[in-house]
């Protein structure tokens, strides 16, 4: 087990290390109200030993804010970014699962990122066959000219619907991911009472 600091500088200036990366204002405002953990613990009778050992040792304090700060910009705005920054952070925070977690999430990374390329080069090909089935220069054997629309109109929407579903599958994830990571955080959280 990680033994905490004993002194409240101390334990303010990892955690103040710790949030490094995040907005100033952030960091400010964590760090204030950390402090006015150790005034309240003080008035109460507390030592500042007693105090940073209820708090926990704070890099691991530090991650989970961390993770809580990825996982509030992803649900502000989704974006690439923001997703995989929540990732990051849920990935930081669940460290111990990480050699469960990663080969699943790999694994399933993978698989989306194949349909996509897949689904993409389908909505490319019938994109580029359909001028030609309109002219009537017929791409495909056996077919008509409404045959060969149909038929190139049926690729380049099957391969859009594709890259869809796996965009909605891959938020559908990241959203699985999010509410894991906000699962160990309440699991894992100490239990702070000035």
């Keep these: 087990m990680i033994k905490a600091p004993t002194s409240k ?3 303010l200036d990892q955690l103040r290390a710790g949030l490094k990366g995040l907005p100033r204002s952030v960091i400010e405002e964590t760090v204030a ?9 003080r008035a109460a009778g507390r030592t500042e030993a007693d105090i940073t050992s209820r708090l926990g040792d704070p890099a691991r304090l530090a991650r989970e804010l ?7 910009r992803w649900e502000d705005e989704r ?10 952070g849920i990935m930081g925070l669940a ?3 990480l050699l469960v977690v990663l080969p699943v999430l790999l694994a399933v990374g993978s698989c989306v990122f194949a349909f996509v390329i897949a689904g ?3 909505c490319l090909a019938g994109s580029l066959l359909l001028p030609f089935s309109l002219v009537d220069v017929n791409p495909f054997p056996n077919a008509d000219w409404l045959q060969g629309v149909l038929l190139s109109l049926g690729l380049a929407t099957g391969g859009a619907s594709v ?7 891959t938020i559908g994830i990241v959203n699985l991911l999010v509410g894991y990571g906000r699962a160990h955080y309440r699991l894992i959280a100490p239990t702070y009472t000035a």
Aim: glycine share 8%; hydrophobic share 60%.
């Design 79 to 88: 974006s690439l970014s923001n997703a995989l920054g929540a990732i990051l």
């Design 33 to 41: 109200d950390y402090e006015a953990h150790f005034e309240a613990g």
């Design 120 to 122: 993409a080069a389908v």
């Design 66 to 72: 961390r993770a809580e700060a990825g996982v509030r």
């Design 9 to 11: 500088q101390l334990f």
């Design 163 to 169: 890259v869809a579903f796996c965009v909605l599958l």
């Design 95 to 97: 460290a111990l699962d």
